[in-house]
């Protein structure tokens, strides 16, 4: 099993739409998640962090799910400008982050 | 705004040369890391380094070394390339306390022939 999976994608979703992805780790002792934007032939950039009590950052929301050891994230509103491929990372230790094959989320007109 | 530097963002190497690829941050960043990144496989640890001198094999060092000989330069080294090393490297670096925020460079996209 993997360390972190997610659902590669692609969602196609349209504009204003509410869309989800879930991301899952296998190492129970995980302390701390994160979720990166990776636009197209650049960077990752870190999106937000995911705290025990759950956050919110504008339209995003990221949870998460210790019990059953997965994190979300949720967009609403969703817009064109959302398109890009959403990494999960998890902290294993030290710094060494841990990062998920990718969700690309596409929004059309 | 940090700044994670590549020096070469396209490469085209044959089978069995030495490759070099450099990374500086100007962030006095004490964490720098080399990943790949290929479709499907996602983004890969191949080694880190937490102080100058220092490095840590990540998940798959097979066929790379490292250098730290100043805290911003981290460079990867291929002694012998082959053509499984195609790929996008990332570099990447972050301060020593417990963030999680890395910072990317641009990549380096490595063909081997």
């Known amino acids: 099993r993997k360390e972190v999976e997610q659902d590669p994608g692609p969602f196609n979703v349209p504009e204003g739409a509410t869309v989800a992805f879930n991301c899952t780790y296998s190492n129970s002792a995980s302390q701390s998640f994160f979720w990166y934007r990776q636009d197209c032939r650049k960077e990752p950039k870190l999106l937000m962090s995911?705290?025990?009590s759950g956050n919110e950052d504008g339209r995003f929301t990221a949870q998460l799910n210790r019990a059953s050891q997965y994190i979300s994230l949720l967009i609403r509103d969703s817009k064109l400008s959302d398109s890009a491929t959403y990494l999960c990372a998890v902290n294993t230790g030290f710094q060494k982050l841990v990062f998920g094959t990718g969700t690309r989320l596409l929004v059309s007109p | 705004d940090v700044k994670v530097t590549q020096s070469s963002r396209y490469l085209v190497k044959r089978t069995g040369e030495k490759v070099f690829l450099e990374c500086v941050q100007d962030m006095d960043h004490e964490n720098m890391f080399w990943y790949r990144q290929d479709p499907g496989l996602g983004l890969r640890l191949i080694y880190f380094?937490?102080?100058?001198?220092?490095?840590e094999k990540g998940d798959i060092p097979e066929g790379y070394s490292v250098s730290r000989e100043k805290k911003e330069r981290f460079s990867l080294i291929l002694e012998s390339a082959s053509t499984n090393q195609t790929s996008m490297y990332l570099c990447?670096?972050?301060?020593?306390?417990?963030?999680?925020?890395?910072?990317f460079g641009e990549g380096s996209r490595l063909t081997v022939l």
């Open positions: 380094s937490y102080d100058v001198k220092m490095k």
């Open positions: 995911v705290y025990s």
């Open positions: 990447a670096s972050t301060p020593g306390q417990n963030t999680g925020e890395l910072f």
